[in-house]
């Protein structure tokens, strides 16, 4: 991976936070780094982000995407720790799978899910590759703060169209490419980088990198249209209840601008 001498901003929560330098994207090496991070300190830098929360301030409690998923195959693209898939198996979903890049996140779910009396059909791969997943067989396709870290959105889209079902629903959130430009200082919100900008970027967190592209929302939008999904709902405003429970930089931007966005489409 080449890297050049532009230095960029990174934004995680109310601020910038470490590193960040534009390269140039190999898919190959993206997917080495980025599983080696998730392998390692990826739990411990970035914690975990599960249902119900679909991430900063928006919750299925109160969005109720899901709907009933009793007796529903069920897909997460980008399982983690399995705390999601324990989420949707605790509600009667009869079939659970879920795949990641990871290994190491794979252990942890399968431990997760089974000291939970829980089990799944896990899988390691990129989620933009073939790894084996049924096609035309799940009721439900969702994905809690991991789209984000593919390098081929217009294939993980394709792909996860063919695993639905006709009418079946994809559910998926990110971080809001907005927040990613805009950072906290004395109390004033600042814009540090480009809306367009959807070039590559590595960020060295302590010890430990990670690497990313900050897609616009109509990029999001528009690849699904053309993945054949329509889109039902978009929401991006936090809400007021979880708002009030912290009174940090970053609730205070949320109030201003979106942090999190969570997209619900139907296959046609």
């Given at each position: ?13 109310g ?10 994207m ?57 705390h ?146 329509i889109m ?13 429970l ?23």
């Amino acid at each position: 991976m080449e890297k050049n001498a532009v230095s960029r901003t990174n934004i995680i929560g109310g601020g910038e936070v470490g590193q960040a330098v534009s390269i140039h994207m190999k898919k190959d090496t993206v997917h080495r780094a980025n599983s080696l991070f998730w392998d390692t300190k990826g739990n411990d830098l970035l914690g975990t982000t599960a249902l119900p929360h679909y991430g900063a301030f928006i919750s299925e409690e109160k969005c109720q995407l899901l709907g009933d998923i009793t007796g529903k195959k069920v897909l997460e693209i980008g399982c983690g720790t399995g705390h999601s898939l324990q989420y949707v198996g605790e509600r009667k979903a009869s079939e659970l799978w879920g795949v990641d890049l990871s290994q190491e996140q794979i252990k942890k779910a399968e431990e997760h899910l089974t000291a939970n009396g829980l089990s799944a059909k896990l899988v390691c791969s990129p989620m933009e590759e073939e790894c084996g997943i049924p096609q035309n067989y799940f009721d439900i396709v969702y994905s809690v703060y991991a789209i984000g870290w593919t390098t081929d959105l217009e294939a993980t889209f394709c792909r996860i169209a063919s695993y639905l079902k006709k009418d079946g629903k994809f559910i998926f959130s990110w971080s809001h490419p907005i927040h990613k430009c805009v950072a906290v200082e004395n109390d004033t919100l600042l814009f540090k980088k480009s809306y367009f900008d959807e070039s590559w970027y590595s960020v060295t967190l302590g010890d430990s990198s990670l690497t990313l592209s900050d897609r616009k929302l109509s990029t999001y939008i528009n690849v699904l249209a053309k993945a054949g999904f329509i889109m039902e709902e978009l929401i991006e405003e936090s809400d007021e209840d979880m708002l009030a429970l912290r009174e940090d930089d970053f609730a205070k931007k949320a109030k201003m601008l979106p942090a999190t966005f969570v997209i619900k489409a139907r296959k046609q």
